[in-house]
């Protein structure tokens, strides 16, 4: 199970953190991601982060977004900075299974107001 939360609304330019906590798997040993959904559009991929190495970014977030994770807390992270209105959606978390199945949370929704 995956339950994102730390959503809200932030004022344009400020920053926010997301966290995604896992129960049921270690995600210390799987690939694990950030998406966001506006209404309507597609869900759009924010970063990866593997078991072992360095999160990717999309363009649209890098220098901006980083991912990291918790083991301890078997949590993962979304920090959020510079906000732009365009970063407003329901962001959400994925695992990745060994056998490439997806598993996703709720979501939770950011809100970027000026």
């Known amino acids: 199970q995956l339950v994102e939360y730390g959503g809200g609304v932030v004022q344009l330019g400020g920053s926010l953190r997301l966290s995604c906590l896992v129960s049921?798997?270690?995600?210390?040993?799987?690939?694990m991601g950030w998406y966001r959904q506006v209404a309507g559009d597609q869900r759009e991929w924010i970063g990866t982060?593997?078991?072992?190495?360095?999160?990717d970014y999309a363009d649209s977030v890098k220098d901006r977004f980083v991912i990291s994770r918790d083991n301890d807390r078997n949590t993962l992270y979304l920090h959020m900075s510079n906000l732009r209105r365009e970063d407003t959606a329901t962001y959400f978390c994925?695992?990745?299974?060994?056998?490439?199945?997806?598993?996703w949370g709720q979501g939770t929704q950011v809100t970027v107001s000026s």
């Open positions: 994925k695992l990745e299974s060994f056998d490439h199945v997806a598993y």
């Open positions: 049921g798997r270690p995600i210390r040993i799987y690939r």
């Open positions: 982060i593997p078991g072992i190495g360095s999160a």
